[in-house]
């Protein structure tokens, strides 16, 4: 089709659990459980209180395997063209957000939007660097989560290198001192003293703040105008489940009537069991109320719907 002849796109927003800090594809109800929420987080957060979307225009869908779909019909969009498609995507990453700015604003009253939201994160920011600092449980992990999150914006700016752990690991230190941290809270962010940029960029980047990387919508999906997406009710190849529509109140996850992907989406038997043979180690899974966790090698009954899960994601062969 010639371009001329090009009517407009939908405003898509695609959420995976491709690439989500702290949890693997292998954990498939925690992974769904954390996409859930965010997409909702992206809707209630971000595209209708600062963008004005109206509700009458959305579309929601399970996408059959990993993840949710946010589809923006409001004809009055229509004709955005990718580059306005990637700004909406850069304000929800936080690409052109003033840091100091906004927390300038926010103590000054505005107490809305990214001014809020950063606010809000800086205590978590600041724990998080104290636990790295008193090497607590865990706090190699942070470091990782951290250190992802620079690398992750020196690639969205065309950066080559970003700060490295030890530089956040000096910067945790200077955070023992709770004096220091009562007045960067406050805003005088001159007491980190050289390491204010980094702090910055940890502020601007970690998921207390924003979005996750897989909660974020992905870019190529939402600026390619000619996308092609998942039609409901087609099943997913690589996982057998439905591609599912439902109302925008059930995807909060924190309500009784919440979507449950694992249950509302299967649309293979569930009566004929078979026998597999798991091929893949620290599997978690559930169908309807029931979960298993097998290891490498253990042989489970399992409904047809769930085999196919199986052996579609690779996981387990028919015995």
Known sequence: MADKDWIGADLIFDLDGDHLPGVTDRDFPA??????????????????????????????????HRGFHLH???????????????EIVSHIRGEDVDVKSSLL???????????KRINGGMSKVVEKLQIIAQKNKGYTALLDELHKGLISQAKRENRTSSKGKTSIQKLADLLINEQ????????????LDR??????????????????NAGEADEVVTIDVRRQIRWPTSLHGKSGLRV??????????????????????????????????????DCRFRFFDQEWEPQLGDTIEISEAGATFLILKGWAKVV
């Open 72 to 86: 923006y019909r409001d004809p009055a969009l229509f004709q955005l063209d990718s580059e306005a498609r990637r």
């Open 180 to 191: 220091r941290v009562n007045r960067l809270l406050s805003g005088n962010f001159g007491v």
């Open 244 to 281: 599912t529509e439902f109302p925008l109140a059930r995807l909060d996850p924190d309500k009784s009537t919440a979507f449950d992907p694992l249950s509302e989406t299967i649309a293979l038997p569930n009566d004929k069991k078979l026998n597999v043979e798991m091929i893949q180690d």
């Open 31 to 64: 992974m769904l459980d954390v996409i859930q929420e965010q997409a909702y987080t992206l809707w209630n957060d971000y595209l209708q209180p600062e963008f004005g979307f109206d509700e009458k225009y959305l579309q929601v869908t399970f996408s059959g």
């Open 105 to 115: 604003r926010y103590h000054q009253g505005d107490r809305t939007g990214w001014s």
């Open 195 to 212: 390491y204010e940029g980094l702090f910055l960029d940890l502020l601007k980047t970690d998921t207390s703040v924003v979005l996750a």
